[in-house]
């Protein structure tokens, strides 16, 4: 990938800065494990990922639509008989995932500091999800120090790009985005004439779900520890 003429490095934060998804998981499970009297695990899991897929344009993503979704994915199963004690429980997974550390994932820092160092690029954060909420894991992460701008969006398809580009005075050609989402981070990027790099992440949502291709301004990667020495040589 020919990366002379990049001049914005536009980061994901959740997965691809720190971990995320593994928490969203374990709160699927705390969520599966109250339903047990009503079903299988399977037909649980399909009645939760049915009500979230119905609710993605009206919610969003992020813990808060997370846990509505709990409790309606809950009504739905009980016919509408959640018990109050199990609809409390339920909140309190939902607002758990809200006290994510943020902790940065391995050689994130050392590779935004070469990155930073290097002067060559002008570094944001584009990143979906509740804005409150992903404002709060940024400054618990320590990370802002790295990035120009941080730019929270509801949805990441081309529009949102291309309005990021219009806003900071570039085009799209001059800008790289790296996330572990095929779907939101690399795709969109790739057809407006960007360029891409791909760390996927162990676990992957399964609305973010989309099967990668090849692409000449595009490099996957196994960690970010390997991003400088792509972008710096």
């Given at each position: ?111 935004l500091e070469k990155l930073s160092s290097s002067g060559r690029f002008r570094m944001i954060v584009l990143t979906k999800g509740d ?103």
């Amino acid at each position: 990938m020919n990366v002379s003429g990049i001049k914005i490095l536009a980061f994901d934060a959740d997965d691809t800065l720190w971990e995320n998804e593994p928490m969203f998981r374990q709160a699927e499970a705390d969520w599966l494990s109250l339903m047990s009297d009503y079903g299988d695990p399977e037909t649980l899991y399909q009645a939760l990922f049915e009500v979230e897929s119905a609710n993605i344009p009206v919610y969003g993503y992020g813990a808060k639509p997370f846990t509505l979704n709990m409790l309606e994915a809950g009504l739905k199963v009980t016919g509408g008989n959640l018990s109050p004690a199990i609809a409390a429980k339920m909140i309190e997974v939902g607002r758990n995932l809200l006290f994510n550390p943020a902790e940065p994932m391995p050689h994130v820092v050392e590779s935004l500091e070469k990155l930073s160092s290097s002067g060559r690029f002008r570094m944001i954060v584009l990143t979906k999800g509740d804005l409150l909420d992903q404002e709060q894991k940024l400054h618990r992460s320590g990370l802002l120090q790295f990035f120009e701008r941080i730019v929270i969006v509801s949805k990441k398809t081309r529009k949102e790009y291309l309005q990021v580009c219009s806003d900071m005075s570039f085009s799209m050609d001059e800008m790289l985005m790296v996330g572990n989402s095929f779907k939101s981070d690399i795709d969109p990027v790739l057809q407006l004439g960007g360029s891409g790099v791909f760390i996927p992440f162990r676990v992957l949502w399964a609305h973010e779900h989309m099967e990668p291709y090849s692409h000449p301004r595009l490099v996957t990667l196994a960690s970010i520890r390997d991003l400088p020495a792509v972008l710096l040589g």
